[in-house]
């Protein structure tokens, strides 16, 4: 059957006659799919799946499934299989920037559909008595969030800084956020999944269980299968959060108080450690004003000293608490730890807040830039882990030369533990117990011309030139790479399990044809 419906859906345009001929067509499809689940074409699929949050590509997907469970996602696979050229993927929620869930002409998943199939806490057997949520691939993390706290007080250990994405989407990266020093990333927080691989097999994998598998999907991009349950380890809810920002004019400084905190094997440290860079100067968008936490607080430049640079450092700590602990027990701790570090007198601002609001938090600046309209525009981001060897030079050209002038959103730098993360996952990092994962997260105004975002991806460009021209020790975070050649280079020694994990579990390279690293086989 799939074979009668590509050629009929490739040939056709997204137009009016097309969007016509498949609503006929859709029962039938359906029908041979052997799907419970609904399929969309046309139109309908495009505007699902046609684009996504970096806004820089549009793609025709063939269809959009929208299935009930994994046997609907094993249908669309298998089908694929009988077919020459038909590839799938999995949509979480889009926010890939560069076309990573996306398939030209191919089956795109909505995960979405799946969000609810599973809720269900418990505890890990084997005497830690360690509590787990088994949640689906498709739910978000915000829901997630909600319904631990509001039924169970129970919390993932690791998060991401926005949780508008899918418990798929970031196991299949990694899942970064100022948690990760302590915890690791999310694909370290994980101990079973369900998948179903590219030859349409329905596989439970952990550790223990088809081993390779697990592993392979945990940061594999999506390449080896699409992961419908996962079972997430839990902790008891923090109720509330200091939250504190810190401003440092030295690099040297910021770093090495930020790795002292990192490394720190006290437990009653700081939950939440993170940083980024700003301009200095009062640029409303990029400058000091970004940095207060209440609008009572005032950014006071005089307090900087005269040798400041073009930008300046800010380190972001977090400590939870619980609402029994006394104001002066929260202030102890805080102290005890920040009067170590070196940031300049006069530059600290901080409040308190309810934990599931601290977690919530980028979803003000979601409402904002849903309103000023900067969530709608083009995203050219750029993502990478670098290492600690390397992250003062990369300071010295990137930070205080390259984008002195801010990149009109948040510029992160933290560091994080090498030790924390699982060498047997896709994931592919820089060499040194500590790196720093360094994001610059771009925003377009509306009014700005096609030639902005053009300069800001030839930016992102010129940083990944540089950084290879000069030996940089680094690796892209959400990699997003056109040539084989430049693919090999960024697994580097990791390349041949890669290869060797793809013709296991997806030979006929049917999954996630967005990533542009492996070409469909007939
Ligand atoms: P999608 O973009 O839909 O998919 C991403 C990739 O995963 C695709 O290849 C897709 O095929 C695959 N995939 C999706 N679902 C599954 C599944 N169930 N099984 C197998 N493969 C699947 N990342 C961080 O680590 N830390 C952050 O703090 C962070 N903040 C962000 C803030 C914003 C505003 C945005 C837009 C992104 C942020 N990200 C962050 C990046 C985020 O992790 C990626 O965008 C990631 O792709 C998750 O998005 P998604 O769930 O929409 O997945």
């Avoid at 077919?83 to 869930?101: E, M, P």
Wanted: net charge negative.
């Amino acid at each position: 059957m799939i074979a009668y419906i590509e050629p009929y859906f490739l040939d056709n345009d997204a137009d009016a006659d097309a969007d016509a001929a498949a609503g006929k067509s859709t029962d039938a499809v359906s029908e041979s799919l052997n799907i419970k689940g609904t399929i969309l074409f046309g139109r309908d699929a495009a505007d699902i799946a046609g684009r996504d949050f970096g806004g820089m590509n549009c793609v025709k997907p063939l269809a959009v499934v929208k299935p009930v469970g994994p046997e609907d996602i094993a249908g669309a696979v298998k089908a694929a299989l009988s077919s020459d050229k038909l590839t799938v993927v999995a949509r979480g929620n889009g926010h890939s920037i560069n076309g990573q869930a996306m398939a030209e002409g191919g089956l795109v998943v909505d995960m979405s559909s799946t969000a609810e199939n599973h809720f269900e806490v418990g505890y890990l057997s084997g005497g830690s008595g360690t509590p787990f949520v088994d949640i689906s691939g498709g739910a978000l993390w915000e829901n997630v969030l909600k319904r631990c706290v509001s039924e169970y007080s129970l919390v993932p250990r690791s998060w991401t800084d926005y949780l508008g994405l899918t418990v798929g989407g970031t196991l299949s990266n990694a899942g970064v956020s100022g948690q990760a020093f302590r915890y690791g990333p999310q694909t370290s927080n994980v101990t079973e999944l369900d998948v179903v691989t590219g030859n349409g097999d329905v596989v439970t994998c952990s550790e223990m269980e088809n081993s390779e598998l697990f592993f392979s999907v945990l940061g594999g991009l999506g390449q080896f299968g699409i992961i419908t349950r996962a079972r997430v380890l839990l902790q008891p809810a923090p109720d509330m959060v200091r939250w504190i920002r810190v401003v440092y004019s030295s690099f040297d400084e910021f770093t090495q108080d930020a790795e002292w905190l990192v490394s720190h094997k006290d437990e009653s440290s700081f939950d939440y450690v993170e940083g980024f860079v700003f301009v200095n100067g009062d640029d409303p968008v990029n400058g000091w004003p970004t940095v207060p936490l209440h609008p009572d607080h005032d950014f006071d430049p005089t307090r900087l000293p005269q040798s400041s640079g073009s930008v300046l450092y800010c380190l972001e700590l977090g400590l939870h608490y619980k609402d029994s602990d006394s104001n002066s027990t929260v202030n102890k701790r805080v102290e005890s730890l920040i009067g170590r570090l070196r940031f300049n007198e006069g530059l600290r601002f901080e409040v308190d807040l309810p934990y599931v609001d601290f977690l919530l938090r980028v979803k003000q600046s979601e409402k904002i830039a849903k309103e000023n309209g900067t969530w709608e525009t083009p995203h050219p981001w750029l993502n990478l882990f670098v290492s600690k060897r390397d992250i003062g030079e990369f300071n010295r050209t990137v930070f205080k030369e390259l984008v002195k002038n801010g990149v009109n959103g948040p510029m992160l730098v933290y560091p994080l533990l090498r030790s924390r993360w699982d060498d047997r996952t896709s994931v592919v990092l820089p060499e040194g117990e500590i790196f720093y994962i360094v994001a610059l997260l771009r925003f377009v105004p509306p009014y700005a011309k096609g030639s902005s975002v053009d300069k800001m991806v030839a930016q992102n460009q010129e940083i990944i030139h540089w950084c290879v021209k000069n030996e940089i020790d680094f690796k892209l975070y959400l990699p997003h790479y056109k040539s084989r050649e430049e693919w090999v280079r960024h697994f580097g020694n990791r390349w041949s399990r890669f290869v060797d994990r793809k013709d296991m579990f997806d030979p006929k390279a049917i999954l996630s044809p967005g990533q542009k690293i492996f070409n469909r086989c007939p």
